[in-house]
Structure formats: structure tokens, C-alpha cells
């Protein structure tokens, strides 16, 4: 089993290692103000893939384009912010069948020009990952 001998010496005394843990909760405070209640609601439950992955209500993609009067502004999905902070993404489960209409009211309302599907995938007894245009 190989060793990450850059990590050990990162961590290789005490006080590197509280510092780096508190650098680590100063940088990951806010999350505690983000909230999950939009897709928590009841009528947006069946619009989530998994239960336990939900967008935050602060990022999330609100939709606009109603389609039809059953239609409602909730997509899981979420607004992720670029590395240069003036870029922003979007971030969204692959749509369900259910979902399909929303997904691309989503495209269409925020003009994406491309987008990727990042899966998982079993072969042979191993999970494999890939980029899919």
C-alpha cells in the first residue's frame, strides 16, 4: 500500500494539523445557515432522485417558464459559483422521467449551451466514472 509522504508531512505535527482543521471550519461555516426546505416540501419530494440530496434553498435554480398550470418553479438543482467567482454553473441530478419537462424549462430559461452527464457505472465488478456530453 502506497503513502501520501506530502500529506503525512503536511500533518505531521499537532499544531499543522489544528490548524489546517480550523482553517477547514472557518472555510465551511456558512453551510450551517443553508437550508433544504423547498425540496423538503411535500409535492416537490417526488421531483428528487434521492431523498437525502437536496438543493439549498439559497442557490437553487428557481424556475420561471410555466409550461402548464401544474408546473411549479422547483428543480433540484442548484446555481455552483466558477473558480473565478464570475462564473456560475449549473449543478443538477439527471432528470427523471417525471422531470424531463422541467430539465428542459431549466435549459431554456438559463440558454445552456452544453451540457454533461457524470455517471457511475458497474463493469466487471468495478465502478467506473465518465463525462458524457
Not at 416540501?41 to 434521492?50: P, S, T, V
Amino acid at each position: 500500500q502506497k503513502t501520501n509522504n506530502k500529506g503525512k508531512q503536511l500533518l505531521k505535527n499537532k499544531d499543522q494539523r489544528k490548524s489546517l482543521m480550523k482553517m477547514f471550519r472557518n472555510q465551511f461555516t456558512h453551510l450551517d445557515l443553508l437550508t433544504t426546505e423547498v425540496g423538503s416540501l411535500k409535492e416537490n419530494a417526488k421531483k428528487n432522485r434521492y431523498k437525502d440530496i437536496l438543493p439549498y434553498d439559497q442557490t437553487r435554480v428557481v424556475l420561471s417558464l410555466q409550461t402548464s398550470g401544474s408546473d411549479s418553479d422547483y428543480i433540484n438543482a442548484s446555481f455552483v459559483q466558477g473558480a473565478t467567482g464570475d462564473c456560475r454553473y449549473i449543478a443538477s441530478q439527471a432528470p427523471l422521467s417525471s422531470t424531463l419537462t422541467d430539465f428542459w424549462r431549466m435549459i431554456w430559461q438559463h440558454k445552456i449551451k452544453v451540457s454533461i452527464l457524470c455517471r457511475l457505472w458497474e463493469d466487471r465488478s468495478h465502478l467506473r466514472s465518465g463525462l458524457h456530453p
